[in-house]
């Protein structure tokens, strides 16, 4: 069932865990989601990204992560993640998704203020809600390469969250996207306070490869969403890998998928307990 990022996050953070936010670029990956995410009665944040659209096909992803939203047994927060492209958000909150994502993270602070109070205004009119990003978050996100990492500066962020007023605020504290990440060493006093002198609930990006106790010790220190990518396309290219090892001259479609949707619904399961939102559904 579709469900509201903010409503949903509100709940996480009374509850303390974190709702996982996952990536998903095929239909054998949503699958595993939705799958795990009933299976462990676990809300959900099934996330979409630009360049996953176009590869799937806007109009095609459009209309099936919304009847899965739609079909789910467990509540779905449908989300356009990590967009650059205003047309393209815009979009999404037509089509129906529960949240959109601007990242203007890498404009001066009043330019992202000013795009992302465009976004907001026209979101509410619509009934959907918003998150964007101060401070930023590097590495490998979607087809783009950042190797700028800036950590949140509390002043900009408090100022941020005051003149925007989004749903769900994104914060830099020392994670980046993609495998590749270096030594991960997460500024946890700068999230405890973060999360002391902002109320609304904090995201967590570039979540992949990071040890799941330093997850959980961000979602002690007020962490609601966490954003999972690279992992669960890992997750779905081991799960190909094996079949085609098991099965060299096999060809059925519907049996390396169903394999590839198994192992990323292991993955997603993992998070999921990891996170504590297991049962919360
Ligand atoms: P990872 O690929 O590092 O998990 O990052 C995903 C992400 O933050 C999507 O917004």
Redesign the pocket.
Known sequence: MKASLKEELLKAKQGKYAVPAF?FDNLEMMKGIIEAAEEEKSPVIL?VTESAAKYMGIDYVFSFALTATKNAKVPVVLHW??GFDIALIKKAIDAGFSSVMLDSSLKEFNENVAETIEIVKYAKTKGVEVESEIGH?G?K?DDRVSNSNGYTDVNEAIEFDKQTQIDALAVAIGTS??LFKGEIKLQFELLEELNSKISTPLVL?????VPLEDLQKAISLGITKI?????LKMACAKGLQDWFNQNPDGFDARQYGRHAINFVKQEAKIKIKAFGSNNKA
């Not at 954003?227 to 992992?231: A, H, L, S, Y």
């Open positions: 990536n996330m993640d990590h978050v590495g996100e996207h993609g990006h570039g979540s992949s490869q954003n999972i990518g690279t992992d």
